[in-house]
């Protein structure tokens, strides 16, 4: 009986199918959608059009001399370069983000470019909803690959392609950074932001005209992202308004571009946590130290005509992905408030921003408000709470309404000795000859106070927790209307730029010039040999001398920032002026 019931369903389907050709081919098209729905993303696009995959690749561009130009072999391989299944219009199913390297449809089969395009699973069937490329025509009407894959001039440079969400849309940008190394000079910058409603891509129109090709102040400024040494300057006001758009977009980077010493790429993905990486290219090269200058290179392509260890690096980074966090809300957003705490934003802080190895988050304000104190000097520890028993140097912020800003300068143990203690919303050290002192905070300022007399009986040590947020950039300082700010001649030389007549309205005499130049090196500990300079310095509360003047110099101008960098040479030049 049970095996006549099998024969007779056999038949029942074979009848039902024959006699409905409709749900013979429902099934069958079911079957297919369902098989290409657990098909993996990179199988799927290489099937609709035929492309390999060569992401994680290195493809070999060897460098050429053609009608007497050097310049790089264009990357010959087409293919994918990522793919990345995503719902990416919010319905509850997939789409494809693909990026590929191909013959372009926008400016024609004989120019190759990469093209982004999105996949939507339409009656069982992929199909493309839209597409944009990583392409435009100069003002010569000449064809640009903006991705660098056919770009003959640039050696040193790296391009990503990343996205972010934010309030439930997807955005996703183009960024590179360049350098030509040894074949030109400059530095070149470009980003191009698209939204996604769910059928179309379009252009950020505050991303329209954010490219930039040029040297010294102008790219340097755009690079550090702080319009100061352009202001008043009428060819600077371009770079000023691509700056503004910039932080428009609220991106977490505090530098961009691509740094002057080993060509080190600071890009927007590779700050913020909030961005994530889809494709990243980078071009590299096997040239040993010493080669790379120009008219080495020159020189052997004249007569070899065809040099080899130059390459583009595919990175494909969306098997990464695992989720996208929108940024409509932050994490420490308090429940049923519009605000978020000032603690929330310490802690947001200190995830995007390595300010210490340590941290302790204190009611130490004007009016008991939170104030965040950052501790280096212990890199080495690794405990999660941990209570120094010798002194050590605090850094002080605040919070003004959600934006965490630096309070003053660091506080160095010149005059104290032992650790930090807390009581009565006043943090306090011990002083080495006696007493002690207490830092009075009055909103972005605080003084250092010293007292002969007092009771340490309720005094609390600081308990310190351990930093582990990501390593990010640094906040802008706020020294101005600061007791130890004032025992400086230019207390902002280290956070801004000091242009040639901003130094001159200060009024500052040669000598005080020289001091002020002097004044950076001691910021960093150096000593001087020139006694005069040394008792100077040594009469600064701030001051704590670390290295003798040879073990200084021998670390090289590393160990400045691009302020301190810029003001030196300002100075100086200045001081040259004076005679």
Known sequence: MKKMKNVTA??????????????LWAAEDRAEAQQQKEEDAGSIVSRLTGLPYIGGQRLETPLIMQDEIMKLQNVQEEGILGCLKWDFDNDNSDEILAVTYEPSETFGPENKCVR???????????????????????????????????????TAYEGNIFLRRVNGQYQFFYEYSASPKYLVTGFEWYLRGYTYDGSAFSVMESTQDMEYAASGMEIEALFALDPTPLQGLDYGQYTIDMIEQYKALGFQAQRIGIGTENFIVYSTVSQDPRCYSIVRLVRGDSMEEGQSAGQFVYDRLKSERYLEGFWMDIEDHTSSIREIVDQTHTEEESAGSDTVSVAGSYEEFLKTNHVGDYYAIVDAGENQESILVAVTGFSEMDEDIYTPELGYDIVLYGNNGGTVRQIGEPLHLSESAGPWYFCENKLICNGRRGGYYTVDIAGDSYTRNFHQEGSSSDWVPLSLRKNRGAAGGQVQPSPENNAAAGEYILPTSNSEYLTEETLISKGLTKEQLGLARNEIFARHGRMFDTAEIQQYFDSRSWYVPKYAPAEFDAMGDGIFNEYEKYNMESIKALEDKLG
């Open 10 to 23: 056999v038949v029942l389907t074979c009848v039902l199918a024959l006699g409905n050709g409709e749900i």
């Open 116 to 154: 982004i395009s999105m996949y939507e699973l339409n009656v069982g069937t992929w199909m493309v909803s839209d597409m944009f490329e990583l392409g435009e025509y100069d003002l010569e009407g000449r064809f640009q690959d903006l991705a660098a894959m056919s770009d003959t001039n640039s």
